[in-house]
């Protein structure tokens, strides 16, 4: 496996292996890889004969007060992890390999963006439309593969990929979780162990949400009101935003006739964590 670190390094080596005739999967991530980037990993390899990963903390998806700085890094650690799966090549460039000096141009998305995590980070679609964008035009890969476990983000994507007529194919991912139901997240690690079990009650309110559907509870918002409760029963949680909406328009809705998607933003201490889970009819991911 190689590790690769400049643009021309990476844009060769995709060049010579698509001449033989493989396709090319990406697993665009921010390292500090768990089972989940892994299980990415793992459905790229199936699809793709090479398979790139990138690992790279994108400042410009991070706001002022965020945690840029004190993000995980380690890719000693996550080399071996990334080829106990097979994979190819890790693309891990410096910023000023990807935002070099006079760099000046963003993508940005209308009403996707303007939910969810959109509301609570502005600024961090912005970020992650144009280091994708950038990832994409160095990669150049035919299909690439994102976690459910950020629902929104994989919809922003899928909408530019059809907007800007990229060619390439956005597969999703369904989240991988703790065996106690915890979606694992490389911010996971900030939690000492008492907020670690308070993060619980994230996927704790949406089995109640999805129990309340199962049970024939069509109002939405009686089911945002009951994982409201939940979460707020739990001293150490404070909401950052409970919200359900079309899947995956991310429209307003009332009753729950077609897939909804009930998503989560809940601060744990300092550490804010993000769930979800798709109710009703149709497919836990598109
Ligand atoms: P990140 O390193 O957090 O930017 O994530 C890189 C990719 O891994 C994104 O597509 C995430 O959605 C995906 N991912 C992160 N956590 C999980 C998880 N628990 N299950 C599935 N995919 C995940």
């Known amino acids: 496996m190689y590790i690769l670190n400049t643009v021309d390094e990476i844009r060769k080596f995709v060049r010579s292996a698509r001449a033989t005739g493989q396709r090319i999967g990406f ?151 703790e065996s106690d139901g915890l979606a694992m997240s490389s911010r996971n690690i900030y939690l000492n162990p008492e907020q670690r079990q308070a993060a619980l009650v994230l996927y704790k309110s949406l089995k109640i949400a999805e129990e309340a559907v199962a049970a024939g509870q069509k109002d939405t918002s009686i089911i945002r009101q009951l994982v409201i409760d939940t979460i707020a029963a739990e001293p150490l949680a404070e909401i950052n935003y409970v919200e359900i909406y079309s899947y995956p328009d991310l429209e307003p809705v009332t009753k729950i006739l077609e897939s909804v998607l009930l998503a989560l933003a809940v601060k744990i201490g300092r550490t804010r964590l993000i769930d979800n889970m798709i109710l009703g009819v149709g497919d836990q991911c598109i």
């Open 27 to 177: 697993v665009p991530t921010m390292g500090y890889l768990h089972e989940g980037h892994l299980e990415l990993m793992r459905w790229a390899k199936k699809h793709c004969g090479i398979v790139v990963v990138s690992i790279f903390v994108n400042p410009t998806q991070f706001g002022p007060q965020e945690d840029f700085a004190q993000y995980p890094r380690d890719l000693e650690r996550d080399a071996k992890m990334v080829e106990s799966v097979g994979v190819d090549v890790i693309f891990n460039p410096s910023v000023s390999e990807m935002y070099p000096s006079g760099y000046c141009t963003y993508v940005d998305l209308e009403r996707v963006t303007e939910r969810l995590c959109g509301l609570s980070r502005p600024g961090h679609f912005r970020g992650v439309a144009t280091v994708v964008t950038k990832l994409f035009n160095i990669v150049n890969p035919d299909q690439a593969f994102f976690g459910q476990k950020d629902a929104q983000q994989v919809l922003v994507i899928k909408r530019m990929v059809a907007d800007l007529n990229m060619d390439l194919e956005v597969v999703t991912v369904p989240t991988v979780r």
